[in-house]
């Protein structure tokens, strides 16, 4: 089995895997692995007719679980092989953790749960529409970002030429919120990473733009076909409604999507209440497993 980086050319290959998989899960999307790759070090390999995910994190090798359809106790049995008899995984769900001790019945297993690696999921229409009392405030926040800007403002689809104006916009977010080497850096290096190559990876969106100057974007791909993974949302935090706006616009553009998957939180306060806010239909709880021989 040879494990290698992940390429552009991959992109196939792993939303094949996604979609035999059924997946809801952002670490599934082939976007997040090819823009986050030089941060993770994650590598993949075939293996038994699946997608096999590893890196090196403080000197221990990981795996994320086999994506895909294949013979799922040969291949953590394998797993455990190359782990020398200590299993380590990353980013399991609930039921995939469930999977690991059924198809490794030799090994004790410790979980440890990681709420800030869970993954907010919502249903499309719940964002297209704002219905409901839940829903109040976000429906005035838009109509009132509506209303004030009135034939100030233009909501279009993402295309590759946007790309420019959206790196210098997101380059000015950054500077007015002091990100030099934090998560939000390591973000807009991401997101430069995603706009190099927008069509290859098959990125969608929205741009607002207010009197031609853009105020607010949200960039997403296909995990698989009925679920889209929100990689990047962005918008002037002083112009009231633009977050719930963009967010709203997006929802409205993708009608053929089931779920729009806005990722994890983190651990950010403010970002955690932003996503709750939105009422997930799904929190994907995510948990690390460690294993020994008995």
């Keep these: 089995m040879i494990f290698r980086d992940i390429e552009l050319s991959d992109r196939a290959l792993i939303e094949n895997a996604a979609a035999e998989a059924d997946s809801l899960s952002c670490d599934d999307s082939f976007v997040n692995m090819y823009i986050w790759r030089e941060l ?12 096999l995910r590893r890196s090196i994190k403080n000197g221990m090798l990981r795996f994320s679980f086999p994506l895909g359809r294949g013979d799922l106790p040969l291949i953590l049995a394998e ?3 190359m782990c020398e008899g200590r299993p380590s995984f990353e980013g399991l769900t609930q039921q995939e953790c469930r999977e690991v001790v059924k ?8 979980f440890e749960e990681k709420p800030d690696r869970a993954d907010y999921i919502y ?8 219905s409901g009392k839940k829903y109040h405030q976000k429906r005035n926040f838009v109509n009132r970002f509506r209303l004030e ?10 295309t590759p030429e946007d790309a ?3 790196l210098a916009f997101n380059r000015r977010l950054c500077s007015g919120e002091s990100c030099v080497g934090g998560s939000l850096e390591r973000e807009g290096c991401a997101l430069g990473r995603a706009l190099a190559h927008p069509t290859e990876l098959g990125l969608e969106g929205r741009v607002i733009r207010l009197e031609g100057k853009v105020i607010a974007f949200s960039l997403c791909s296909r995990i698989t076909p009925r679920v889209a993974d929100v990689h990047f949302e962005k918008a002037v935090a002083d112009i009231a409604g633009a977050y719930a706006t963009v967010n709203n616009h997006l929802a409205l553009s993708l009608e053929d999507v089931e779920y729009l998957n806005h990722e994890e939180d983190m651990g950010i306060p403010g970002l955690k209440k932003a996503k709750e806010s939105y009422r997930p239909t799904i929190h994907l709880m ?3 497993a460690r294993g020994e021989k008995r």
Excluded: M
């Design 123 to 130: 249903r499309r229409e719940d964002l297209a529409l704002l």
């Design 40 to 51: 993770y070090a994650q590598q993949i390999a075939l293996c038994h007719g699946t997608v």
């Design 149 to 158: 800007n009135a034939d100030r403002y233009t909501s279009d689809p993402f």
């Design 79 to 81: 797993v455990a092989q």
């Design 164 to 166: 420019p104006e959206i």
């Design 103 to 110: 198809c490794l019945p030799g090994y004790d297993f410790f």
């Design 286 to 288: 995510r948990y690390s």
